[in-house]
């Protein structure tokens, strides 16, 4: 497998644009979680998908951000209007659910870097 | 809920050294613990992971133990060299959900 796909791997983008980040989960996968790192404040979970349906969403900061997961391999992270303190690195991770398995190893995607200026 | 340490934030041994990070944590009902890896400008890497009803693993020059009675758990890495200066953080899997803990990491320099 190809691991945990993320676009766009960087991106710099005006106040105020409206910002959407991609991420194909690893095939087989059931859990899918959005992540933002800063060095203030390391990583932060924003919003957990299980079997395509948002679990926990009480990480993401205040309603202009918003994910999506239309099927088992796609998942977006839209934030709008976007702000100069949103610029972090947003990785996107998936793993299969504790029941039956053994590892469940949580594997991420390269990040997408995120700057708004 | 879970409360995850790790000390020291940052760490800098000569090469050859053999070195321990640590990893704390508040709630011992844990299904997993895992070490990762960071290189600057890169995601997480997965080192090592540690089932809940497991003492220690080993990958090649990397040990990683698990005291849960204690919140511990510990990275030995065995003749350190430079090409092991990344930034490296412990994250614990929650058993009553699919959570993950994840410490703020540290930062380990291998000087030549």
């Known amino acids: 497998d190809a691991g945990v796909i993320q676009s766009p791997r960087h991106e710099v983008t005006e106040m105020g644009q409206e910002v959407t980040l991609r991420c194909k989960p690893i095939?087989?996968?059931?859990?899918l979680f959005w992540y933002r790192q800063t060095m203030m404040r390391g990583l932060e979970l924003l919003i957990y998908?299980?079997?395509?349906?948002?679990?926990?969403d009480s990480g993401m900061p205040e309603d202009r951000f918003s994910a999506k997961m239309p099927n088992a391999s796609f998942s977006t992270l839209k934030i709008q209007p976007s702000e100069p303190r949103d610029s972090a690195v947003y990785f996107c991770?998936?793993?299969?659910?504790?029941?039956?398995?053994?590892?469940?190893?949580?594997?991420f995607g390269e990040g997408s870097w995120l700057t708004v200026v | 809920k879970q409360e995850v340490t790790q000390i020291p934030a940052a760490l800098s041994v000569p090469e050859g050294e053999n070195l321990v990070l640590n990893c704390s944590f508040t709630?011992?009902?844990?299904?997993?613990l895992q070490w990762f890896r960071q290189d600057p400008g890169k995601g997480l890497t997965s080192l090592l992971l540690?089932?809940?009803?497991?003492r220690e693993q080993t990958s090649g020059r990397l040990n990683a133990s698990l005291d849960k009675s204690s919140g511990r758990s510990t990275l030995y890495i065995a003749a350190s060299q430079p090409g092991d200066s990344a930034t490296y953080l412990c994250?614990?899997?929650?058993?009553?959900?699919?959570?993950?803990?994840f410490g703020t990491g540290t930062s380990l320099t291998v000087i030549p």
């Open positions: 991770a998936s793993t299969r659910g504790t029941g039956g398995h053994s590892g469940n190893t949580i594997y």
């Open positions: 095939s087989g996968h059931d859990y």
């Open positions: 998908f299980n079997n395509n349906v948002p679990i926990d």
């Open positions: 709630d011992s009902a844990i299904y997993n």
């Open positions: 540690i089932q809940s009803s497991q």
């Open positions: 994250a614990l899997r929650g058993n009553t959900g699919n959570q993950f803990y």
